[in-house]
C-alpha cells in the first residue's frame, strides 16, 4: 500500500510540474474540479465542450502546450488519441506521459480523473493505519 502511495504521489508530483506552463486537458468539469483540488493551477480546459479538434485549434492558436489527462477507460482512450492526432497535426506540444504513470498505478482501482482525490485520500489512510499496526 505504502508503495502504491509513493507512486501515485510521485506521479501527482509530476503532473504539477508539467502543467506549470501547460494546459491540461480533461473530459469534463468533474475532471477539472477533481485536478483542482489536487493542486493544479493554471488553465484546465474540458475537452467534452468543444471536442477534439477545436480544443487543439483553440491551443493552436494561442500557441499553448498541452498535458493531455483524459480517463483510463475505453471512452478516454479514444479521447486521449483524438487529441493526440489533432494535436499532432496542428504541431501542438502535448505531454502525456503522467496520465501513463498515473494510469499504472491506479490500474484495477479507479479509471477516471475524478476519482484520483479519493483514491489518493484512500491511500493515505490506509498507509497511516498499516503504520499503527
Known amino acids: 500500500m505504502k508503495e502504491r502511495l509513493e507512486r501515485l504521489e510521485k506521479a501527482l508530483d509530476d503532473l504539477l510540474e508539467v502543467c506549470l ?11 477539472r474540479m477533481a485536478v483542482t483540488l489536487l493542486g493544479v493551477q493554471g488553465e484546465i480546459l474540458c475537452v467534452q465542450s ?7 485549434e483553440k491551443l493552436f492558436n ?3 502546450e498541452a498535458v493531455i489527462l483524459t480517463d ?16 499532432s497535426s496542428l504541431c501542438v506540444k502535448y505531454d502525456d506521459t503522467v496520465r501513463s504513470k498515473i494510469r499504472s498505478v491506479c490500474a484495477g482501482e479507479i479509471k477516471d480523473v ?16 498499516m503504520e499503527k499496526i
Do not use: H, M
Open 62 to 64: 494561442e500557441k499553448k
Open 72 to 87: 483510463w477507460d475505453k471512452k478516454g482512450e479514444s479521447i486521449a488519441k483524438e487529441l493526440e492526432n489533432a494535436l
Open 50 to 56: 468543444d471536442g477534439p479538434l477545436r480544443t487543439a
Open 114 to 129: 475524478q476519482s484520483l482525490p479519493s483514491f489518493y485520500c484512500r491511500l493515505v489512510t490506509e498507509s497511516l493505519r
Open 21 to 31: 506552463n501547460r494546459t491540461v486537458l480533461v473530459e469534463g468539469p468533474k475532471d
